[in-house]
């Protein structure tokens, strides 16, 4: 049994077709289909039922999925090593929020693909949660406050954020004083989440509401410039708009904690050395780049 055809199989069974996995591996389509042929062979079971609008995983493919996907990550420690100097090779697969991913952790993913040739880099970008052991991730880098999970994380760096909102919307309902006026005003948010505040030494949190909701960061700031209510965002996100006056901080006396940027891995006791690397490069980008993350005050803009 060749441990490229556990790789091809795995690559198959999660994209969902021979095609869509050919291109992931760079290889053509009769590769593909050879390899699955082999190792259907050598194990004496179908694992894939193919159908004109691709190929779907039979009950014995189900099952030896997860086995495949274990053996191939064991394969790339045991590698790594062995040989802890040399060049990163075979996947990594990384999920990046679509807020700010593009254009704050895409150079990072970019930089780490052109620094080692001989690795496969594949990022997703959204912001939805993803499961990172079922959908078969490496990591994920998340942004905010972490919940509890089995998962391990590893802190990379600070974001800072503010609470907002347009001048227009300030002057017709006023700016809240303390956090519990907020429950007068309408609250822009991604869910049903609560937001949290200092209060002098401590760290309090309060529910809000609103009628405006959006998985974005960045929809969120364009909803709080168009004067709907009070944001809670990154000041990364929201730095251009105060420096532009669009937007103007509020509740200044009780702002949010910091928050931070996490890479989150699945758990297990040791990281494999594609997901340190990455970890590494971001930690030297926020380090690098405070200006980009409302590090630095004079790019905060007014309101600070």
């Known amino acids: 049994m060749e441990i490229e055809d ?3 199989f795995v690559e198959v069974a999660d994209t969902g077709g021979v095609s869509s996995a050919a291109r992931r591996l760079g290889v053509s389509k009769s590769i593909v289909s050879r390899r699955l042929m082999r190792l259907e062979a050598d194990l004496g079971v179908l694992l894939l039922a193919r159908t ?4 779907s995983l039979t009950e014995a493919g189900t099952t030896f999925r997860d ?3 274990r053996v191939c990550a064991e394969i790339d420690v045991a590698r790594e090593t062995v040989s802890p100097g040399g060049d990163l090779r075979g996947r990594l697969r990384v999920a990046v929020p679509l807020t700010f991913g593009p254009t704050h952790f895409a150079p990072v993913v970019a930089a780490m693909a052109q620094r080692h040739p001989l690795l496969h880099v594949h990022a997703s970008y959204g912001d939805r949660f993803v499961d990172l052991v079922a959908e078969g991730f490496d990591c994920a880098i998340r942004v905010g406050y972490l919940a ?13 954020g503010s609470f907002v909102a347009s001048p227009d919307y300030v002057r017709a309902h006023g700016s809240p004083e303390t956090p519990e006026e907020l429950a007068g005003h309408q609250a822009l948010m991604q869910g049903t989440e609560t937001w949290q505040y200092t209060d002098g030494d401590g760290v309090r949190t309060v529910r809000p509401q ?3 909701k959006a998985d974005n960061g960045v929809a969120l700031a364009a909803a709080a410039a168009a004067g709907l209510g009070i944001a809670w965002l990154p000041d990364c996100i929201t730095y251009e708009y105060v420096a532009s006056g669009r937007l103007v901080r509020v509740l200044t006396r009780h702002p949010p904690p910091p928050a931070a940027a996490y890479v989150v891995r699945p758990p297990g006791p040791h990281a494999s050395r594609k997901v340190r690397v990455l970890t590494e490069l971001l930690m030297e980008y926020f380090q690098g780049a405070p200006e980009l993350w409302g590090l630095d005050a004079a790019a905060r803009g007014p309101g600070t």
């Open 210 to 212: 609103g009628r405006f």
């Open 6 to 8: 556990l790789r091809t």
């Open 148 to 160: 509890d999970s089995n998962l391990i994380a590893r802190r990379v760096g600070p974001i800072h």
């Open 67 to 69: 086995h495949a996907a």
């Open 52 to 55: 004109t609008h691709g190929a």
